[in-house]
């Protein structure tokens, strides 16, 4: 029922938007194992019969290369927050031209290459723009959104999801020392600076 709900509020905010010459960006925020790809996509089935574009973007087709976001000297959840992606290259060269219906030049990760490849994106103006990923309230990003929802889902529940999917990691207990190292800090760092379940527009609980 939520999924329907979601998508006549962000229909609503579509058709009522401020700026009619640029599309609406919608955050869709949640840590790892939240359901945010599935949620992004059944909202999109939802949309399909509205009169705009749909447009998604995954945060993780963005991260940069491995010799950026490993073995850098940090700690491991810090290069997994600051270093994953390029901060402020994705502001400057994807969210604010995006805000500004400028042309995007994006980057995208190829795993079997581990290299950045840039691409056109075409941009249409009468669209809705879904941007799922973590951390995508933090400082340097929020005020970019026009709406933000945070898929609010029980850590037991994440853990049991990550773990059971993650094989591309290794065994379970490759997944469960990277998960303790890398990920759940970082996370938590997310949750006690940003608080992201306090300012985002619309918290979903996933039960």
């Given at each position: 029922?939520?999924?329907?709900?979601?998508?006549?509020?962000?229909y609503n905010q579509f058709l009522y938007r401020s700026n009619k010459n640029r599309p609406?960006?919608?955050?869709?925020?949640?840590?790892?194992?939240?359901?945010?790809?599935?949620?992004?996509?059944?909202?999109?089935?939802?949309?399909?019969?509205?009169?705009?574009?749909?447009?998604?973007?995954?945060?993780?087709?963005?991260?940069?290369?491995?010799?950026?976001?490993?073995?850098?000297?940090?700690?491991?959840?810090?290069?997994?927050?600051?270093?994953?992606?390029?901060?402020?290259?994705?502001?400057?060269s994807f969210l604010v031209p995006l805000r500004n219906s400028e042309n995007l030049q994006?980057?995208?990760?190829?795993?079997s290459t581990d290299s950045i490849s840039y691409r056109q994106v075409e941009l249409f103006?009468?669209?809705?723009?879904?941007?799922?990923?973590?951390?995508?309230?933090?400082?340097?990003?929020?005020?970019?959104?026009?709406?933000?929802?945070?898929?609010?889902?029980?850590?037991?529940?994440?853990?049991?999801?990550?773990?059971?999917?993650?094989?591309?990691?290794?065994?379970?207990?490759?997944?469960?020392?990277?998960?303790?190292?890398?990920?759940?800090?970082?996370?938590?760092?997310?949750?006690?600076?940003?608080?992201?379940?306090?300012?985002?527009?619309?918290?979903?609980?996933?039960?």
């Amino acid at each position: 029922m939520f999924v329907i709900e979601t998508a006549e509020t962000l229909y609503n905010q579509f058709l009522y938007r401020s700026n009619k010459n640029r599309p609406l960006i919608v955050g869709i925020d949640g840590l790892g194992g939240a359901g945010k790809t599935t949620f992004v996509k059944e909202v999109e089935q939802e949309l399909k019969d509205c009169n705009c574009e749909v447009r998604i973007y995954h945060l993780d087709e963005h991260i940069v290369e491995t010799s950026k976001r490993y073995h850098t000297g940090f700690e491991e959840w810090y290069e997994y927050y600051y270093l994953q992606w390029d901060i402020s290259g994705l502001l400057n060269s994807f969210l604010v031209p995006l805000r500004n219906s400028e042309n995007l030049q994006l980057p995208f990760y190829d795993k079997s290459t581990d290299s950045i490849s840039y691409r056109q994106v075409e941009l249409f103006t009468n669209s809705i723009v879904l941007i799922e990923g973590i951390f995508l309230q933090r400082k340097e990003w929020k005020s970019i959104f026009d709406y933000v929802i945070f898929l609010n889902c029980p850590f037991e529940l994440r853990k049991e999801r990550v773990l059971g999917r993650d094989s591309y990691i290794g065994d379970y207990h490759d997944r469960m020392k990277k998960y303790t190292e890398r990920y759940w800090p970082a996370e938590k760092h997310y949750l006690d600076t940003i608080r992201p379940d306090r300012i985002a527009d619309l918290v979903i609980s996933i039960e």
